[in-house]
């Protein structure tokens, strides 16, 4: 049977992109063949080279031509791992129900532009929640707004701080995020 294949873009310290890494290896039907950013210095590369996986630095012009699609030829499945650009239209159509991305919290609360990272976590604390958790969703072109595919929840208490805010979700995150990953690619 032919392997499937991943492409995963991140701009981060990849934390995600590794659980997702360490999750496939041992599966020999699955193979992440990409790891692709925006930045040249994310951590996220040296999780890619560490695993000898290809990688691909790119420009924002370079991302907006269609001509990008090249890098992406027999990708079956594309993950958004803490990629903060918006996905042009041309993507979204070329790979239709084939990118699916998290986000840090209960979508649709704290989500859309400018809530990434800790600016998320910063407003369920400032805001009082009693929970949180992470959102998995298929991407459109619009921030946050694609279907949801899961979402899984965390407890907050009063002593929680937007650092452990943080670590409960990425707990989550790496938990979940090569669980679902599974789940849609075997059923595609
Ligand atoms: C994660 O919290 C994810 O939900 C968001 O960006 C963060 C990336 O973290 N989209 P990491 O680089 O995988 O550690």
Same mark, same amino acid.
Not at 38 to 43: Q, R, V
């Given at each position: 049977m032919k392997k499937k294949r991943i492409a995963i873009f991140a701009s981060g310290t990849g934390s995600n992109a590794n659980a997702i890494i360490e999750y496939f290896k041992t599966n020999n039907s699955v193979e992440i063949c990409l790891i692709a950013s925006?930045? !040249?210095? !994310?951590?996220v590369l040296n999780i890619a080279e560490k695993h000898n996986i290809s990688t691909l630095v790119f420009s924002r012009e370079e991302f907006k031509n269609a001509d990008f699609l090249q890098h992406l030829k027999s990708v079956d499945l594309v993950v958004l791992a803490g990629f903060l650009w918006l996905i042009p239209e041309y993507l979204v159509k070329a790979f239709s129900n084939k990118i699916i991305n998290i986000h840090p919290a209960l979508l649709p609360k704290y989500g859309g532009k400018g809530m990434y990272g800790r600016n998320v976590h910063q407003a369920v604390f400032d805001n009082r929640e009693t929970e949180t958790g992470i959102t998995i969703h298929w991407v459109n072109e619009h921030y946050d707004k694609g279907t949801i595919i899961c979402q899984e929840k965390v407890t907050l208490s009063d002593t929680d701080t937007p650092e452990t805010i943080q670590r409960k979700v990425h707990q989550l995150e790496h938990e979940y995020f090569p669980k679902t990953i599974e789940r849609i690619i075997c059923s595609q």
């Open positions: 925006n930045k !040249a210095d !994310a951590g």
